[in-house]
């Protein structure tokens, strides 16, 4: 092995790509790029290399054809990616069921296992799964590696992770609680115990990973023992366009009285519901413009959004009983000050206290927004799913 090996990760969605060539060493993000439109004849794709931007237009197949499409950027750019010292191709992969409690190397054995967890994450794993085949035939000669969304919650505790069902169905179907945004969930506790200089096994936290998609854990001595969402990512909290918890009765409701069928309340819930449901927006940014200007919808739809979220910041402490320090991260964590102030308003009587001045201070450094005397640290953390991939990726071909 090199003395500088990059690893390129690769997130593939069902019409875009999203790549880095990282150095996991130093963490140095070499490249970044990004495939849309995959599947139509307007795709564009833009790539951004040492302060340079290179971008390109026109019709893109599949996710083959956008890898293709990379790696002319990456040519432009003036780097041959077969040339460097490409160790692994890291992907994330949503869902690793019940199976996948580690990365793991990408064979035919690994990606057929994939493969029939699809019906658990129709939306993922199969478009997760078509980056990998891509890179497989392109780039044979490189290990792939797949990082999962779930495995920093295969072992939940039983209790955490049982839905209260029949529990012979539940079995035959998979049902469980299987946790979602697992990669940034143990990046961020790892570098919360690291900036609170203490070893991650003697550390309780609360993490909330508030982006467009949204979930809270709680982790005990650097172990996930509870998490807010469920089978599929739709549970929880309330997110950009999901609508997390809701009376499930409101399925089977809406399909008698509405005239909707499973797939149009499945979309609805998924792509239509949560802040987006509410007040039509689902970007924080303009929400909170909005509710400047007045906008009683925007102004429910954050009430909402914040209610949820203390809901879930009570149960997690309840479940750790001692917490050390409760972590904001991901898009709406690390840069909404005002959602982190309301999450933990009124909370001093549990020795949580937000220092407004620190609070205000934006930065893309891990920062403690508590006053130092504080009984229990509010920090934010950036996370970085990418370089967390990289790693894992790196980790794993040194292993073997
Ligand atoms: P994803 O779940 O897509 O990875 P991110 O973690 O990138 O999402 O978060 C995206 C969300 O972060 C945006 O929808 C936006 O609501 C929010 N966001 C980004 N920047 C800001 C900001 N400066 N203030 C408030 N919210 C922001």
Not at 70 to 76: N, P, R, V
Not at 232 to 245: C, I, N, Y
Not at 285 to 299: F, H, L, N, S, V
Request: hydrophobic share 45%; glycine share 8%.
């Amino acid at each position: 092995m090199t003395d500088r090996p990059v690893v390129l990760v690769l997130n593939a969605g069902s019409s875009s790509l999203k790549y880095q060539l990282v150095e996991p060493g130093s963490g140095e993000r070499i490249a970044t790029g990004i495939v849309e439109r995959i599947g139509s004849d307007d795709a564009s794709a833009r790539h951004e290399q040492a302060g340079e931007t290179v971008e390109s237009h026109g019709a893109v197949a599949d996710h083959k054809d956008a890898l293709h499409t990379a790696l002319d950027l990456f040519a432009q750019a003036g780097t041959d990616l077969r040339s460097t010292d490409l160790v692994a191709v890291g992907h994330r992969v949503v869902h690793g069921g019940r199976r996948f409690s580690e990365p793991v190397v990408l064979d035919d054995e690994a990606v057929a296992a994939i493969d029939d967890l699809s019906s658990l994450a129709p939306l993922h794993n199969p478009v997760n799964l078509a980056g990998v085949r891509a890179m497989r035939e392109i780039l044979p000669e490189v290990p792939q590696v797949a990082v999962f969304d779930t495995a920093f919650f295969h072992d939940l505790p039983a209790h955490a992770a049982t839905y209260a069902i029949d529990d012979e169905i539940a079995r035959r179907y998979d049902i469980r609680r299987y946790g979602f945004h697992g990669t940034s969930h143990e990046f961020v506790s790892a570098a919360a115990a690291d900036f609170l200089g203490r070893p991650a096994s003697e550390v309780n936290l609360v993490v909330l990973h508030l982006g467009n998609g949204a979930s809270a854990s709680a982790v005990r001595g650097g172990r996930a023992v509870d998490t807010s969402m469920g089978l599929t990512p739709l549970e929880g909290l309330v997110m950009g366009t999901r609508s997390g918890d809701l009376d499930p009765a409101i399925v089977a409701y809406l399909e008698r009285v509405a005239d909707m069928d499973v797939d149009a309340v499945d979309t609805m819930l998924n792509k239509n519901a949560g802040l987006k449901g509410l007040c039509g927006e689902n970007d924080f940014r303009t929400i909170t413009a909005w509710i400047e200007e007045g906008d009683e919808r925007a102004r429910l739809a954050y009430d909402v959004y914040i209610h949820r979220l203390r809901r879930y910041i009570g149960a997690y402490m309840v479940d750790l009983g001692r917490v050390d320090a409760i972590v904001f991260t991901a898009g709406v964590g690390e840069n909404a000050a005002t959602v982190r102030a309301d999450a933990l308003a009124g909370l001093e009587g549990f020795g949580i206290r937000v220092d407004p001045d620190a609070n205000a201070i934006r930065s893309h450094d891990a920062r403690r927004i508590s006053p130092d005397d504080a009984p229990v640290a509010v920090l934010v953390v950036p996370t970085d799913e990418e370089l967390a991939i990289a790693r894992k990726a790196l980790e794993l071909v040194r292993a073997g």
